[in-house]
Protein backbone atom coordinates (compact mmCIF):
# COMPACT_ATOMS: atom_id res chain seq x y z
CA UNK A 1 0.00 0.00 0.00
CA UNK A 2 1.28 3.40 -0.79
CA UNK A 3 1.38 6.13 2.13
CA UNK A 4 2.63 9.42 2.31
CA UNK A 5 4.21 11.10 5.53
CA UNK A 6 4.72 14.71 5.88
CA UNK A 7 6.46 15.04 9.68
CA UNK A 8 6.57 18.58 10.25
CA UNK A 9 3.42 19.34 11.62
CA UNK A 10 4.00 22.78 12.01
CA UNK A 11 6.26 25.62 10.29
CA UNK A 12 6.77 29.23 10.21
CA UNK A 13 8.99 31.93 8.29
CA UNK A 14 9.15 35.21 7.85
CA UNK A 15 7.71 37.29 5.09
CA UNK A 16 9.78 37.71 2.07
CA UNK A 17 11.99 34.18 2.83
CA UNK A 18 12.39 31.14 1.55
CA UNK A 19 10.52 28.14 3.41
CA UNK A 20 10.92 23.89 2.36
CA UNK A 21 8.15 21.91 3.40
CA UNK A 22 8.97 18.15 3.49
CA UNK A 23 7.52 14.54 1.79
CA UNK A 24 8.23 11.45 1.97
CA UNK A 25 6.33 8.64 -0.06
CA UNK A 26 6.26 4.84 -0.20
CA UNK A 27 5.20 2.95 -3.13
CA UNK A 28 6.24 0.43 -5.39
CA UNK A 29 4.64 1.38 -8.59
CA UNK A 30 6.87 3.36 -11.20
CA UNK A 31 3.82 5.10 -12.67
CA UNK A 32 2.72 7.91 -10.30
CA UNK A 33 1.74 11.40 -9.75
CA UNK A 34 2.84 13.42 -6.69
CA UNK A 35 0.85 17.38 -5.42
CA UNK A 36 1.30 19.72 -3.40
CA UNK A 37 -2.13 21.41 -2.40
CA UNK A 38 -2.97 24.21 -0.21
CA UNK A 39 -5.82 24.36 2.44
CA UNK A 40 -6.10 28.19 3.39
CA UNK A 41 -8.40 29.03 6.47
CA UNK A 42 -11.10 29.17 4.31
CA UNK A 43 -11.01 25.32 4.18
CA UNK A 44 -10.95 25.12 0.33
CA UNK A 45 -8.20 23.17 -0.93
CA UNK A 46 -6.26 24.27 -4.46
CA UNK A 47 -3.69 22.52 -6.21
CA UNK A 48 0.04 24.02 -5.94
CA UNK A 49 1.95 22.24 -7.97
CA UNK A 50 2.21 18.61 -9.78
CA UNK A 51 5.15 16.49 -10.83
CA UNK A 52 4.86 13.33 -12.99
CA UNK A 53 7.07 11.11 -11.65
CA UNK A 54 8.66 9.75 -15.29
CA UNK A 55 9.61 13.56 -15.56
CA UNK A 56 13.53 14.21 -14.27
CA UNK A 57 13.10 18.08 -13.94
CA UNK A 58 11.81 19.06 -11.26
CA UNK A 59 8.26 21.18 -11.37
CA UNK A 60 8.10 25.21 -10.52
CA UNK A 61 4.72 27.34 -10.63
CA UNK A 62 6.26 30.91 -10.21
CA UNK A 63 7.57 31.35 -6.57
CA UNK A 64 6.59 27.19 -5.63
CA UNK A 65 8.58 24.54 -6.70
CA UNK A 66 9.55 20.99 -5.91
CA UNK A 67 12.84 18.80 -5.37
CA UNK A 68 11.52 15.59 -6.49
CA UNK A 69 14.57 12.99 -5.12
CA UNK A 70 12.53 9.94 -6.91
CA UNK A 71 15.23 7.38 -5.51
CA UNK A 72 14.85 8.63 -2.22
CA UNK A 73 10.68 9.10 -2.33
CA UNK A 74 11.62 12.43 -1.35
CA UNK A 75 8.80 15.75 -2.69
CA UNK A 76 9.55 18.63 -1.35
CA UNK A 77 8.07 21.95 -1.83
CA UNK A 78 10.12 25.22 -1.52
CA UNK A 79 8.16 28.78 -1.04
CA UNK A 80 10.44 31.26 -2.00
CA UNK A 81 9.47 34.91 -1.10
CA UNK A 82 7.06 34.10 0.96
CA UNK A 83 3.63 36.03 1.50
CA UNK A 84 1.19 36.62 4.14
CA UNK A 85 -1.13 34.91 1.87
CA UNK A 86 1.07 31.40 1.85
CA UNK A 87 -0.48 30.98 5.49
CA UNK A 88 -2.42 27.73 4.83
CA UNK A 89 -2.35 24.11 5.77
CA UNK A 90 -0.28 22.35 2.84
CA UNK A 91 -0.64 18.67 2.22
CA UNK A 92 1.53 16.50 -0.38
CA UNK A 93 -0.60 13.39 -2.22
CA UNK A 94 0.06 10.73 -4.26
CA UNK A 95 -1.74 9.07 -7.42
CA UNK A 96 -1.07 5.77 -8.86
CA UNK A 97 -1.16 6.16 -12.47
CA UNK A 98 -1.14 2.79 -13.16
CA UNK A 99 -4.82 2.82 -11.52
CA UNK A 100 -8.01 4.53 -13.79
CA UNK A 101 -9.34 6.13 -10.60
CA UNK A 102 -7.92 9.40 -9.09
CA UNK A 103 -7.36 8.44 -6.05
CA UNK A 104 -5.53 10.48 -3.87
CA UNK A 105 -3.52 9.61 -0.97
CA UNK A 106 -2.63 12.38 1.31
CA UNK A 107 -0.36 13.11 4.02
CA UNK A 108 -0.82 14.22 7.35
CA UNK A 109 -0.57 18.01 6.20
CA UNK A 110 1.93 21.01 7.30
CA UNK A 111 0.74 24.07 8.75
CA UNK A 112 2.75 26.76 8.00
CA UNK A 113 2.23 30.35 8.89
CA UNK A 114 3.96 33.59 7.45
CA UNK A 115 4.72 36.03 9.65
CA UNK A 116 4.80 40.09 8.83
CA UNK B 1 -18.71 28.80 -12.37
CA UNK B 2 -19.85 27.14 -9.20
CA UNK B 3 -17.45 24.08 -9.60
CA UNK B 4 -17.97 21.60 -6.68
CA UNK B 5 -20.64 22.63 -4.44
CA UNK B 6 -21.92 20.97 -0.75
CA UNK B 7 -24.22 21.36 1.19
CA UNK B 8 -24.99 21.97 4.19
CA UNK B 9 -21.61 23.65 5.25
CA UNK B 10 -22.27 22.66 8.88
CA UNK B 11 -24.71 20.39 11.13
CA UNK B 12 -24.90 18.35 14.46
CA UNK B 13 -26.09 15.63 14.78
CA UNK B 14 -27.15 13.54 17.72
CA UNK B 15 -25.51 9.97 17.97
CA UNK B 16 -27.98 7.47 16.09
CA UNK B 17 -29.52 10.36 13.80
CA UNK B 18 -29.31 10.24 9.93
CA UNK B 19 -28.43 12.65 7.61
CA UNK B 20 -27.15 13.07 3.61
CA UNK B 21 -24.51 15.19 2.60
CA UNK B 22 -25.13 16.96 -0.72
CA UNK B 23 -22.41 17.25 -3.38
CA UNK B 24 -22.80 18.39 -7.20
CA UNK B 25 -20.45 20.00 -9.79
CA UNK B 26 -20.99 21.83 -12.30
CA UNK B 27 -17.47 20.79 -14.58
CA UNK B 28 -18.87 17.28 -16.14
CA UNK B 29 -16.27 15.69 -14.49
CA UNK B 30 -16.48 12.05 -14.62
CA UNK B 31 -15.07 10.89 -11.03
CA UNK B 32 -15.93 12.22 -7.85
CA UNK B 33 -15.17 11.58 -4.35
CA UNK B 34 -15.52 11.94 -0.52
CA UNK B 35 -12.79 12.36 1.93
CA UNK B 36 -12.88 13.36 5.63
CA UNK B 37 -10.21 15.29 7.23
CA UNK B 38 -9.64 14.97 10.92
CA UNK B 39 -6.74 16.56 12.52
CA UNK B 40 -3.27 14.61 12.19
CA UNK B 41 -4.60 12.26 9.73
CA UNK B 42 -4.78 14.55 6.62
CA UNK B 43 -7.28 13.26 3.69
CA UNK B 44 -8.75 10.07 3.84
CA UNK B 45 -10.95 8.58 0.99
CA UNK B 46 -14.11 7.32 2.16
CA UNK B 47 -15.76 6.66 -1.13
CA UNK B 48 -15.53 7.26 -4.57
CA UNK B 49 -17.19 6.86 -8.00
CA UNK B 50 -14.97 6.90 -10.91
CA UNK B 51 -17.87 6.90 -13.43
CA UNK B 52 -21.69 7.35 -13.62
CA UNK B 53 -23.39 4.33 -12.58
CA UNK B 54 -19.88 3.16 -10.42
CA UNK B 55 -18.98 3.35 -7.05
CA UNK B 56 -15.99 2.34 -4.95
CA UNK B 57 -15.07 1.83 -1.23
CA UNK B 58 -12.15 4.30 0.06
CA UNK B 59 -9.96 3.78 2.81
CA UNK B 60 -12.56 4.30 5.46
CA UNK B 61 -16.00 3.34 4.28
CA UNK B 62 -17.52 1.72 7.65
CA UNK B 63 -20.79 4.09 8.57
CA UNK B 64 -20.98 5.58 5.51
CA UNK B 65 -23.29 4.93 2.26
CA UNK B 66 -23.08 6.96 -1.06
CA UNK B 67 -25.28 7.47 -4.57
CA UNK B 68 -24.01 8.76 -7.89
CA UNK B 69 -27.53 9.77 -8.27
CA UNK B 70 -26.03 11.43 -12.07
CA UNK B 71 -23.13 12.65 -13.55
CA UNK B 72 -23.12 15.96 -11.43
CA UNK B 73 -24.63 14.56 -7.78
CA UNK B 74 -22.54 12.41 -5.24
CA UNK B 75 -24.30 12.00 -1.86
CA UNK B 76 -22.49 10.52 0.85
CA UNK B 77 -25.06 9.62 3.58
CA UNK B 78 -24.55 8.80 7.25
CA UNK B 79 -27.04 6.38 8.62
CA UNK B 80 -26.75 6.16 12.04
CA UNK B 81 -24.08 9.06 13.11
CA UNK B 82 -21.32 8.24 16.21
CA UNK B 83 -19.17 10.75 17.59
CA UNK B 84 -16.27 8.90 15.54
CA UNK B 85 -18.00 10.50 12.45
CA UNK B 86 -17.34 14.11 13.65
CA UNK B 87 -14.75 15.41 10.99
CA UNK B 88 -15.05 17.91 8.20
CA UNK B 89 -16.14 15.90 4.93
CA UNK B 90 -15.02 17.28 1.21
CA UNK B 91 -16.28 16.15 -2.30
CA UNK B 92 -14.14 16.55 -4.75
CA UNK B 93 -14.45 15.96 -8.84
CA UNK B 94 -11.63 15.35 -11.72
CA UNK B 95 -12.84 15.18 -15.35
CA UNK B 96 -11.15 11.72 -15.41
CA UNK B 97 -9.06 9.10 -13.71
CA UNK B 98 -5.81 10.44 -14.55
CA UNK B 99 -5.64 12.99 -17.31
CA UNK B 100 -4.29 15.64 -15.07
CA UNK B 101 -4.75 14.32 -11.56
CA UNK B 102 -5.89 17.40 -10.53
CA UNK B 103 -9.04 17.06 -7.98
CA UNK B 104 -11.26 19.71 -7.19
CA UNK B 105 -12.48 20.36 -3.95
CA UNK B 106 -16.12 21.32 -2.95
CA UNK B 107 -15.90 24.49 0.37
CA UNK B 108 -16.12 21.06 2.79
CA UNK B 109 -18.48 20.20 5.59
CA UNK B 110 -18.38 19.99 9.08
CA UNK B 111 -20.18 17.38 11.08
CA UNK B 112 -20.16 17.27 14.80
CA UNK B 113 -22.16 14.00 16.18
CA UNK B 114 -22.68 14.29 19.87
Known amino acids: AQTVTQSQPEMSVQEAETVTLSCTYD???????LFWYKQPPSRQMILVIR??????QNATENRFSVNFQKAAKSFSLKISDSQLGDTAMYFC?????????????FGQGTTLQVKP | NAGVTQTPKFQVLKTGQSMTLQCAQD?????MYWYRQDPGMGLRLIYY???????DKGEVPNGYNVSRLNKREFSLRLESAAPSQTSVYFC?????????????FGEGSRLTVL
Open chain 2, 92 to 104: ASSFSGTSTGELF
Open chain 1, 27 to 33: TSESNYY
Open chain 1, 51 to 56: QEAYKQ
Open chain 1, 93 to 105: AFMDGSSNTGKLI
Open chain 2, 27 to 31: MNHNS
Open chain 2, 49 to 55: SASEGTT
